[in-house]
């Protein structure tokens, strides 16, 4: 919970955003993030961005799926619970790998998706600070973190890279739970700054 | 360098002619010491061998102009870039098409039942498992079949290079041949659909074992060529980069067909394993069969070798992004796959032909090596032919810029 300063520009187009985010990043200033109404392709290498360990995880829980299924099926034929089924062997693998199939699946899908919210801070009730009203709809938008001492300079310097509106503005920087349409909490957090 | 020319190396050439002539060589050796000679085993190991090799880089051909079909219908921008090169492959589908065709009418109208169990006299109507397949199993159905498919396959694969050329010299922004090129795509994956995916594998291949029966077998004959496809035009991408071509096929079209290359190794592996876990799972002999002489029976090595280069190598291998990216990694697995493939079709056609007495010696070999002569020199032949990037494409500015 931390209420920061921001220099806000909002940009109309993709094509005026990748040379502004290039001349920014060049003239050393550090990108807080940019918001995109739709996944822009390359945003992510032109913002330097580190690729993503997601995959890894997603290995890692579909291994566990795996080991899960094969696990506890192996464990109930064998040792709980052992039946005879038409005369097949009490470890019967071809008829294991579908379920140990669909649990490697379920397990990788899941644990995927629960991790790419955690790290990117969505969630049921997860909110961030909106910038602007039209990040969603059909503006692009760059914050960039300042203090009182840079923020005119720096709000100058992106006006100056093609932005069609530029602001300094207080804003919570971290995810909190609520609501937007409860007006007043989001007005405490701006007090509060 | 959007205008350049392919010009075969040198090297390419002798290579190629090399072993198109060890290939000849291994066919006269074949005809003199196999087909001349007394024992039937020889003999059958003899066509086996063609057609196994004959359909094999047919079907690996024709994969080409699938993507090509398929990649157009979506109007898919990623492809562009080496476009030429599926269209190089397809156009010469026509060529390995007689080659395949006339093994197989060979085999058909003299009688070969060492090879087509139901050719021999007698076996269908004292057998109630064949009397359903009578029409379907016929020499006329069998034959008549087989040369439209082939006709339609040959004609609709140089049809879509040629469309594709012609666009070069059509003024610029024109979109009249793009969307020609499209009724004709349309038209194939129709086509693709009766025969590759449903009817040819069943003539061609299953009716080997023809007391046996699979719905999975189409599906599962088209993944396995529609993977070592996608490879063999991955080492036409890479070779051809390597020589200075195909200079705007960036890092990004080499992970999508690396892509491809993985996803479909893992679907030809959900095929094999759907078409093995029922029959093992129902244990009806006449099915069963099928499994134990390959499973269990003299094929025990090539059955396993099959599973480890066809389903374990390209998924530990090709799982990280990084090695879809990497040259080497990516051109070791396309080996690997292709080879892997061309052992999944031993498999499948010479258990119910040579049987137990089964070879994998010079004659397997050499034949291996002509066709990829033969593969290798009618493609590179093809590339010189036309600029090797599509001058006029709707999508070419699309494809330059392409991040996957």
Redesign the interface.
């Known amino acids: 919970m931390s209420v920061k300063k921001f220099a806000v520009a909002v940009y109309d187009d993709e094509a005026v955003l990748f040379p502004a985010v290039k001349k920014v990043r060049s003239a050393g200033y550090k990108i807080h993030d940019v918001y995109t109404p739709f996944a822009v ?2 945003l992510d ?1 032109a913002l330097g961005e580190k ?1 993503s360990d997601l ?1 890894v995880a997603g ?1 890692i829980y579909g291994i566990t799926g795996t080991a899960t299924a094969l696990g506890f099926m192996g464990w109930i034929f064998t040792t709980d619970w052992p039946q005879n089924f ?2 097949k062997p009490t470890f019967p693998l ?2 294991f ?2 379920i140990v199939f669909e649990l490697t699946v379920l397990f990788a899908a899941v644990g995927m998706v629960l991790t790419f919210c955690y790290l990117n801070q969505i969630m049921p009730g997860v909110k961030k600070h909106i910038f602007h009203p039209r990040q969603t709809d059909d503006k692009f938008v760059m914050a960039i973190e300042v203090t009182d001492e840079n923020a005119a300079s720096t709000e100058a310097f992106l006006k100056s890279t093609g932005a069609e509106e530029t602001k300094v503005e207080m804003a919570e920087a971290d995810w909190w739970y609520g609501r937007f349409d409860q007006k007043e909490e989001y007005e405490i957090k701006q007090q509060l700054a | 360098m959007l205008n350049q020319e392919f010009k075969i190396p040198a090297k390419l050439k002798t290579t190629s002619l090399v072993l198109l002539v060890i290939g000849l060589i291994t066919l006269g050796a074949g005809v003199a010491t196999l087909l001349f000679s007394h024992e039937v085993v020889s003999q059958t190991r003899f066509w086996a061998v063609l057609l196994q090799n004959s359909i094999f880089f047919l079907l690996i051909s024709l994969a080409s102009v699938f993507i090509l079909s398929a990649t157009s219908l979506a109007q898919a921008g990623w492809i562009v870039s080496f476009r030429r090169i599926p269209e190089a492959i397809g156009s010469i589908v026509w060529v390995l098409g007689i080659i395949a065709g006339a093994i197989i009418l060979t085999l058909i109208w003299t009688d070969n039942y060492h090879i087509y169990h139901w050719l021999e006299k007698g076996n269908i109507p004292h057998n109630s498992l064949n009397t359903l397949k009578n029409f379907f199993l016929s020499k006329p159905f069998f034959s008549i079949w087989t040369v439209v498919v082939i006709a339609l396959w040959g004609w609709l694969g140089v049809k879509l290079r040629n469309l594709s050329v012609q666009q070069d010299s059509e003024p610029k922004g024109s979109t009249k041949t793009y969307w020609i090129n499209f009724k004709y795509s349309a038209g194939f994956v129709f086509v693709f659909a009766l025969t590759l995916a449903s009817t040819i594998p069943w003539l061609w291949i299953m009716s080997i074992d023809s007391h046996w029966f699979s719905t999975m077998f189409s599906w599962y004959t088209f993944a396995s060529s529609f993977v070592s496809g996608m490879s063999m035009i991955m080492l036409w991408i890479l070779y051809t980069k390597r020589h200075g071509y195909l200079d705007i096929v960036s890092d990004e079209h080499i992970h999508d067909v690396g892509k491809f290359m993985f996803a479909f190794s893992i679907f030809w592996t959900y095929l094999w394993f759907s078409q093995f876990m029922l029959i093992w799972y129902a244990n009806i002999p006449e099915e069963t069969i099928y499994f134990k002489i390959r499973m269990h029976g003299p094929y025990k090595f090539f059955y396993w070798l099959n599973i480890i280069l066809n389903f374990v190598c390209p998924i530990l291998i090709l799982m990280p992004r990084p090695n879809k990216r990497n040259y080497f990694v990516v051109v070791l697995v396309a080996v690997l796959i292709i080879f892997g493939h061309w052992i999944d079709f031993y498999q499948m056609i010479m258990p119910g032909t040579v049987g137990a007495d089964w070879q994998m010696g010079w004659f397997e070999i050499g034949i291996l090596c002509g066709f990829v002569g033969l593969v290798i020199w009618l493609v590179a032949n093809k590339l010189t032919k036309a600029p090797m990037v599509p001058q006029n494409h709707p999508f070419l500015k699309e494809t330059i810029i392409h991040i996957s």
Do not use: K, L, N, T
Request: zero cysteines; proline letters at 17%; glycine letters at 24%.
């Open positions: 392709h390359g290498v690729e995959h290995f038409g005369g071809p008829a790998i579908p």
